[in-house]
């Protein structure tokens, strides 16, 4: 590509992360402790929602922006990473983390920034523009999900065709009478008394996951999906997520997709995405024709991919030259 060592020098650039900082906790509503990053206290305001529910925030999130542009704020959400308790389930829901954006936002001075996000944070991020259209300057979206039925009855069981020796290994502490369900053969585990279910139940959950989320199979990366902490995090916030506090009516980022036509907006996607498969960018730019989007021919769903990673490091220098992520707009 005629802009790959443009992308590879800004990607070098925002790994030396010498120039962040990490600022206090603040206790935020609903005393969900929330660990914030930030960056360049002068650049431009960024936003990063990472996914899950319940992934948490990594060091290696920064790599999408260069320090010396973005003024970057990451926050763990209710549950997960650095937020405390671990796993807390009341007063979780797409609500209360909006809520939590807005106050992150107020409290740090900031009038209007860009919102960046991930799966379930492009679901979190689409959420919150909906909802304050006004705050938001532009918008960078990666592996689309929208917690509807028919994405979450393929994550529990249509991905199991692509991956039929992953799903058996996922399913293989349930009973062949509770498969019907997965989800609540799963929540009772992941809710239950017996800790040492419940660890196992979501180790199966997260590994699962883990496994899905790269085009060609990469240990390295899924084997981090077995650590205790970060399954149980993972698989108790996503089945709190998918069965307890699901956006009403099931279409409702669809429904309001209107809000977000004025906002500049770019979105990548991986053609062999298992866990948020493709079609969910599709119905995205059919009720946002106005919306950005690139496939990625050879790319899975992890914003690790090469040919993910590249693409939202060119919408953030855009967006750092332009002030837009869209291509080939001033």
């Known amino acids: 590509m005629a802009n790959s060592s443009k992308h590879q020098d800004n990607m070098k650039t925002s790994e030396q992360l010498a120039d962040w900082e990490d600022l206090a906790a603040k206790e935020l509503r609903g005393k969900a402790t929330q660990e914030i990053t930030t960056t360049t206290p002068d650049g431009l305001p960024m936003l990063f929602v990472h996914g899950g529910p319940g992934a948490g925030c990594s060091t290696t999130d920064r790599r999408f922006f260069a320090p010396d542009r973005f003024r970057t704020v990451l926050f763990d959400q209710r549950g997960c990473g650095r937020s405390t308790p671990a796993g807390e389930l009341k007063d979780n829901s797409p609500a209360h983390l909006v809520a939590d954006i807005e106050q992150l936002r107020e409290e740090l001075g900031i009038d209007t920034w860009h919102v960046f996000g991930g799966s379930w944070g492009s679901s979190l991020a689409m959420h919150y523009a909906e909802q304050h259209p006004e705050r938001v300057r532009t918008l960078v979206l990666r592996g689309i999900w929208m917690l509807r ?5 393929w ?7 692509i991956q039929p020796e992953l799903w058996r290994q996922f399913v293989e502490s349930i009973p062949e009478v509770e498969r019907d369900d997965l989800l609540e053969a799963f929540w009772r585990r992941l809710d239950g008394e017996d800790r040492e279910t419940a660890l196992a139940a979501a180790k199966a959950w997260s590994i699962y996951e ?9 240990p390295e990366f899924s084997d ?5 902490e970060r399954a149980w995090n993972l698989a108790r916030l996503e089945a709190h997520y998918f069965r307890n506090v699901r956006f009403q009516p099931d279409t409702l980022l669809l429904d ?14 991986g053609r062999y995405d298992l866990v948020c498969p493709v079609k969910n960018l599709d119905d995205l730019c059919h009720a946002w024709p106005e919306l950005d989007a690139v496939i990625v ?4 769903h992890s914003s690790h991919e090469p040919g993910i990673t590249r693409e939202l490091v060119a919408a953030t220098t855009r967006i750092g030259e332009t002030g837009s992520p869209v291509r080939g707009k001033p």
């Not at 039925?149 to 009855?153: N, S, V, Y």
């Not at 994550?155 to 065709?161: A, F, H, I, S, T």
């Not at 309001?256 to 996607?269: D, E, G, K, Q, T």
């Open 155 to 161: 994550w529990l069981y249509e991905m199991g065709k």
């Open 210 to 218: 883990g496994s899905c989320c790269t085009l060609q199979p990469n």
């Open 224 to 228: 981090v999906f077995g650590e205790a």
């Open 297 to 300: 021919p050879d790319a899975g």
């Open 256 to 269: 309001r997709v209107h809000r977000l036509r004025s906002i500049p907006a770019f979105a990548v996607h």
């Open 149 to 153: 039925d028919e994405e979450i009855r």
